[in-house]
């Protein structure tokens, strides 16, 4: 039989962490062009997948990302950010660096770059929807499009100097 990997008590406060600062994140807005903001969740759940892998990732973002409409007043789209930005976590971290933290894969550059650009794109579609169903319009929901394009653009650069980074000073990462 083969020794696979148990969830434990440091896995469930780490995960607990990155989840209180994934909701931390998503709160600071960074205004972009003319009257747009985005904000920085999108950045802290790309570095945490691929510092951190699939596992991690998906259940800060989901846990982070709803926490963080239900604060804030956006609770018409917390079980709508349960899933997108959950599944946007595990999409990028299994990507990027594999399912568990402990992960090391090869080239882990161009797995980063194709994970934060396949959530990116799972979270533009999955929003669409959302936007469209809270709102009742899908007038609305397309006009969304262009932020939701900066915030994951804003979102992969700070990844892109974040991540490596962590990559060396965390351990086992």
Not at 87 to 113: C, Q, S, T
Not at 116 to 142: D, E, F, H, N
Request: charged residues 10%.
């Amino acid at each position: 039989m083969e020794n696979k990997r148990q969830f434990n008590i440091r896995d469930i406060v780490t995960i607990g962490v990155l989840a209180a600062m994934c909701t931390i994140a998503t709160s600071i807005k960074v205004p972009f062009g003319v009257g747009a903001m985005v904000h920085l969740g999108t950045g802290f759940v790309f570095t945490t997948g691929i510092v951190f892998g699939g596992l991690y990732a998906g259940l800060a973002a989901a846990i982070g990302s709803a926490f963080f409409d239900l604060l804030m007043g956006f609770s018409p789209y917390t079980l709508w950010s349960f899933v997108i930005k959950g599944i946007a976590g595990l999409i990028v971290g299994v990507i990027a660096k594999g399912f568990w933290p402990e992960a090391k894969p090869d080239r882990w550059l161009v797995r980063a770059v194709v994970g934060c650009t396949a959530a990116a794109a799972w979270t533009l579609g999955g929003y669409i929807v959302a936007w469209s169903q809270v709102t009742g319009s899908m007038a609305v929901a397309l006009s969304n499009i262009p932020s939701s394009l900066m915030t994951s653009t804003a979102g992969f650069l700070v990844a892109m100097v974040l991540a490596p980074k962590l990559r060396k000073v965390i351990p086992g990462r």
